[in-house]
């Protein structure tokens, strides 16, 4: 009886067999040195960089012109703040005229509705105290 | 340049202070043929010439640099073997590190493998590809590089039965594909 994993091995070294490896690079002793130095020659000279940039960072002195710009920068936005708080400023103006006039509007309304009342009421009592003017009263 | 052949396998690069390093890089590159067919079989057959150059440089480089680490307990191409391990797995999780991240625009669909008895090779390979990388790496030691269960436990730092363990999973895996086209 055969062995299921034979046929497994068997079509694994037929793959490994039909799949040899493409014919790459020859290494020799120089060109590994020429690959180590290099590699080392591109560390040390990323460390370099890295160190000279972080120098210049820390090191940078101040800029005259980054200064002005800065102060440009500034003084247009407190134009921009002003100008903003004059638009909410009026804005809550303009609200709070608008709800005084409709106050104001709806009191008078209910001031002249008394008025009105008190008038009718003024006409109203001299009938009401005559009895010879009332409308109940028999003729 | 050509390489001469390695010269006796443990005495080569064993810490040898009269030996000069000219002999120990061609010691070194002598076995890069080797580590060439070990890292294209790891790989899954699949690789590109100039990656299969890349892996090697990156063992024999990794290799120069250490070789004052390397005591002479195991032979220089045992040594040299785990280093390939080591570096052909930091490859092999890179590449899936990059497919994963910009690999989705990409993507194909998932090809069945082929039905035909008569490409049994075929469908090997196309299994072997689907497989993890660490169940390639056994399968390859045992059954391509015919390494025995305790050298191979000693290059990938295990013990003999998680060797045997992995071994027997990696197996089924590459049956489970062998019958069916399912992702591993």
Redesign the interface.
């Known amino acids: 009886m055969t062995d299921p994993d034979d046929a497994l091995l068997r079509s694994l070294a037929a793959a490994d067999a039909t799949h040899p490896p493409s014919p790459g690079a020859e290494f020799s002793p120089h060109g590994l040195r020429t690959t180590i130095a290099r590699q080392r020659r591109r560390r040390v000279a990323a460390a370099l960089a890295l160190l000279g940039l972080a120098t210049f960072a820390v090191l940078r002195p101040p800029n005259s012109s980054d200064a002005e710009a800065a102060a440009d920068l500034a003084s247009e936005l407190s134009r921009q703040i002003e100008s903003l708080q004059r638009v909410t400023s009026d804005w809550t103006a303009r609200t709070h005229a608008a709800a005084a006039h409709e106050a104001a509007a709806t009191r008078s309304a209910r001031a002249a509705a008394d008025l009105r009342i008190e008038l009718a009421y003024a006409r109203a009592l001299p009938v009401l105290a005559n009895p010879r003017l009332s409308p109940e009263q028999p003729r | 340049?050509?390489?001469p052949p390695l010269l006796a396998a443990a005495d080569d690069v064993r810490a040898d202070a009269s030996r000069a390093?000219?002999d120990v890089?061609?010691a070194?590159?002598s076995q890069?043929p080797r580590l060439?067919?070990l890292v294209?079989?790891l790989l899954g057959?699949r690789a590109?010439?100039?990656e299969?150059?890349d892996v090697?440089?990156d063992v024999?480089?990794k290799a120069?640099?250490g070789r004052a680490s390397f005591r002479g307990e195991a032979s220089l191409a045992t040594w040299l073997t785990a280093i390939a391990l080591s570096t052909t797995a930091s490859h092999a999780r890179a590449r899936a590190r990059w497919r994963r991240l910009f690999g989705w625009f990409d993507r194909e669909p998932a090809q069945p493998l082929p039905s035909t008895d008569n490409d049994?090779?075929?469908?090997?390979?196309a299994a072997?590809q689907r497989l993890r990388h660490d169940d390639r790496e056994v399968?390859v030691l045992r059954?391509?590089e015919q390494r025995a269960i305790p050298e191979i436990a000693e290059l990938l730092g295990c013990t003999r039965p998680a060797v045997d363990a992995r071994l027997s999973r990696a197996?089924q895996r590459?049956?489970d594909l062998?019958g069916g086209t399912e992702e591993p």
């Open positions: 340049m050509s390489c390093p000219t890089a061609q070194l590159c890069a060439r067919r294209h079989r057959w590109a010439a100039d299969l150059d090697v440089q024999l480089l120069w640099n049994a090779s075929q469908r090997a390979a072997m399968l059954y391509l197996r590459l049956r062998l």
